[in-house]
């Protein structure tokens, strides 16, 4: 289920920082489902590996429409922030005060990459009661947003 949860908020994230004009929530649930799907797969032999696509499916596009529809723009430019002037290993903590989640945002390592920097990280979301670790790659594009690998 973390496996799910962190390739969502990943492709989330990216979606998100990269300014994506689709609605938040539908565009969540589609790649949660995806991604929740493609871990199904590498679960169980036969029936048992059909169930668990299934299941996989359906709990990654629950998770991730959740995920997605609770980061709105402020978390989009926090994230952003973050990436852009804190130094690695420092902690951006913040708390949206229309969704009531709260995040920890750690970029952890920062290198170069095609001439474009980068920076590896870590976040918690803390949302309805639960605690998801998030981890991910984004490199800046010559547009000066942040993409994740």
């Known amino acids: 289920m973390n496996k799910v949860i962190t390739l969502f ?7 998100a ?9 539908t565009m969540g649930t589609g790649v949660g489902g995806a991604v929740g799907g493609v871990l199904g797969a ?6 048992g590996k ?3 696509i299934i299941g996989g499916t359906l709990l990654g596009a ?3 429409g959740k995920i997605g529809a609770d980061m709105d723009e402020l978390d989009r430019r926090r994230a952003a922030d973050t ?12 708390q949206n005060p229309d969704t009531g989640a709260s995040y920890d945002f750690t970029p952890t390592r920062t290198y170069n990459t095609s001439g474009q920097p980068c920076r590896e990280y870590d976040m918690e979301v803390f949302m309805d009661g639960r605690r998801e670790v998030v981890t991910g790659t984004a490199c ?3 547009r000066g947003e942040w993409v994740n690998q």
């Open 17 to 25: 920082v990269a300014g994506c004009s689709l609605d938040k929530q």
């Open 83 to 94: 990436l852009e002037t804190y130094p690695t290993g420092r902690t951006n903590t913040w």
């Open 62 to 64: 629950i998770i991730g």
């Open 42 to 47: 590498q679960v169980g032999d036969g029936s």
């Open 140 to 142: 800046r594009n010559s």
């Open 50 to 52: 059909t169930a668990a």
């Open 9 to 15: 908020s990943i492709a989330s994230l990216s979606l």
